[in-house]
């Protein structure tokens, strides 16, 4: 769920990009074989979309924050939020490359909780909790997305 939350993230960036490409005015430079190999301005707001998606920062919700003001400017996602949300992407990295062994860098998200080489256990309690924490972030982060940037919804 951790890494369809980071995925939901990106794909909604994107759907705010294609909705209103004035959001993805910057300084950066783009060359003119870049521009010139779309066939319309269109074409380049997706290509230029999709670029910028593949140089997201994964793994930190902070991180993707700090990039995106989009999703920033939602509003949604308060700094106790990314927090929270932070510690659910630390339980998923200890789980998917530690295969659950507490180590130095999950101590700093969870001080004195555990020790290192320590085998961590997530009940289905919690991880229930966890799923129904990131389903009310996505729902709510939704809500505001549409309304803000006028995204078209399915009915």
């Known amino acids: 769920c951790a890494d369809n939350f980071e995925t939901y ?61 989009q999703i920033a400017d939602l509003g949604v996602l308060d700094e106790s939020q990314q927090d929270e949300v932070e510690k659910i992407f630390q339980i998923r990295h200890l789980y998917a490359h530690r295969n659950g062994i507490v180590d130095e860098k999950f101590l700093q998200y969870f001080p004195n909780q555990y020790s290192v080489n320590e085998e961590h256990r997530l009940s289905m309690d919690e991880m229930i909790g966890y ?25």
């Open 9 to 69: 993230l990106s794909e909604l960036l994107y759907e705010i990009y294609l909705a209103k490409p004035e959001t993805l005015k910057s300084k950066q430079t783009v060359t003119v074989k870049e521009v010139l190999d779309c066939s319309d301005i269109q074409e380049f707001v997706v290509y230029w979309s999709k670029k910028k998606l593949g140089k997201l920062q994964r793994g930190s919700v902070k991180g993707f924050m700090a990039e995106n003001q």
């Open 131 to 155: 799923i129904s924490q990131l389903a009310a972030l996505v729902d709510r982060i939704d809500t505001v997305a549409i309304e803000k940037y006028l995204l078209a919804t399915i009915d």
